[in-house]
């Protein structure tokens, strides 16, 4: 076991939290206040912001779509530039945060920054963020992970940087009152495959990351087995809570990780615009039967700890589908539109960015991708 986890994000939770902005920035920052389409506006985030920013110096960007574009972010970076702004503060789910997170690193670059995504160049310095989530999916209010796509070439890719944590994420989940129940369903999803993609590998002795992962899966069956309760507090509560710290990384440092269901899905949704989490729950069910071999021990382990199923792991894959099938997540790519290029263009992306060979042992190849990907348009 050997690692290294410094995670330096202050969490502020719970009702009524937003406020406490006020004094975690700095009076002497000129701010720029990010959000995406306009949600925070109907459900009364936006008005506490601003109120909790009355003393400060402010600018507002809005208009960060879901699957956030350097198009749309390198707009605010010719804000931040002109106007010297020096603090970023992301109002939002994931998507707002990582066009927040790239903005930051980005408007401290002299190139383009795309550099940070095709891997020419590493985040050097970035101008401190502060997060105010609205939704409970990514993790991405606490972690060093951006994931931004280039519209112009059908790209979606990401980068970790120690310069990308956020200084603090205000998490009250009472602004959730207002999320479709798709988004909901779609977060818990997300959570689940990111518990997955740190667990579902091979074997380790590490009982702390077991225990741990076992712990948030346990919390998220919960969830979906009350999915009827899901407008209630303490379930938006356990939600934000588990999504949050099924991908600070504290689960996965030491130990194996897989991200293919990632890669894929990330592709899939840069072609086909699923929705992240869907992306996930198409691919998922597939890989973890394609790589049934070498994740062996480890389905069992989940079964056995989590599901109660033993001796059975192809029931405890179909334990994982009804789970993301209670909360309205389908798990067939051929529930959505999708053309018959899906493979060459999934396969050809992945290629074109060096994945060939993804999984916790590299044997996740561009065959087996394509057999997951046929098995899920069945
Ligand atoms: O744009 P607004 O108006 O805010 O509406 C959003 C958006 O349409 C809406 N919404 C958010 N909070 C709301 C709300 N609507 C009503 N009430 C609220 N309280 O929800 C829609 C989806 O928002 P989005 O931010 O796109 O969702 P999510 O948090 O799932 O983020 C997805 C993005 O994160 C990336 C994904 O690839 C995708 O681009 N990921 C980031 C990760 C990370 N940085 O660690 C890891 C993940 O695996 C993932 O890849
Ligand atoms: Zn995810």
Not at 349 to 375: C, F, P, R
Request: hydrophobic share 40%; proline share 3%; charged share 20%.
């Amino acid at each position: 076991m050997e690692f290294s986890y410094h995670n330096p994000t202050a969490i502020e939770f719970g009702a009524g939290s937003i406020k406490t902005i006020s004094d975690s920035i700095n009076k002497d920052h000129k701010v720029l206040v990010v959000y995406g389409g306009g949600s925070i506006k109907k459900n009364g985030v936006y008005d506490q912001v601003i109120k909790a920013l009355e003393n400060h110096t402010f600018l507002e960007f809005s208009g960060v779509e879901p699957n956030p574009t350097v198009e749309t972010m390198n707009k605010a970076v010719k804000i931040v530039k002109e106007e010297n702004i020096d603090f970023i503060l992301a109002v939002g789910g994931g998507s707002v945060i990582d066009g927040c997170k790239y903005l930051a690193a980005a408007s401290l670059y002299d190139g383009d920054a795309w550099d940070f995504l095709d891997g020419t160049a590493e985040v050097q310095r970035a101008l401190p963020l502060g997060v105010v989530l609205t939704l409970a999916a990514t993790g991405s209010e606490s972690n060093h992970l951006t994931v931004v796509s280039k519209k112009e070439t059908d790209e979606k890719r990401m980068y970790f940087s120690n310069h990308s944590y956020p200084q603090f994420a205000v998490m009250d989940p009472s602004v959730m009152a207002t999320l479709s129940d798709r988004q909901l369903g779609n977060g818990l999803v997300d959570a689940f495959v990111h518990t997955s993609e740190q667990y579902i590998t091979y074997p380790t002795s590490a009982l702390v990351n077991d225990g741990y992962a076992e712990t948030l899966f346990r919390g998220l069956v919960k969830l979906a087995d009350t999915w009827e309760d899901r407008r209630t507090q303490p379930w938006l509560e356990n939600l934000m809570h588990i999504a949050n710290q099924a991908l600070n990384f504290q689960i996965g440092a030491g130990v194996p990780q897989d991200w293919s269901t990632h890669l894929i899905g990330h592709e899939l949704t840069a072609y086909y615009n699923l929705d992240h989490a869907r992306s996930l729950a198409v691919v998922q069910p597939y890989l973890l039967e394609v790589m049934g071999e070498e994740k062996e021990a480890k389905i069992a382990q989940l079964g056995k700890n989590v599901f109660g199923i033993e001796n059975d792991n192809a029931g405890v894959i179909k334990a994982i589908e009804e789970v993301y099938n209670k909360v309205g997540v389908p798990t067939k790519l051929s529930e959505y539109e999708i053309d018959d290029k899906v493979i060459s263009n999934v396969s050809n992306a992945l290629t074109n960015n060096g994945y060939t060979a993804i999984g916790e042992n590299g044997t996740v190849t561009l065959d087996k991708v394509s057999t997951i990907l046929t098995m899920s348009m069945k």
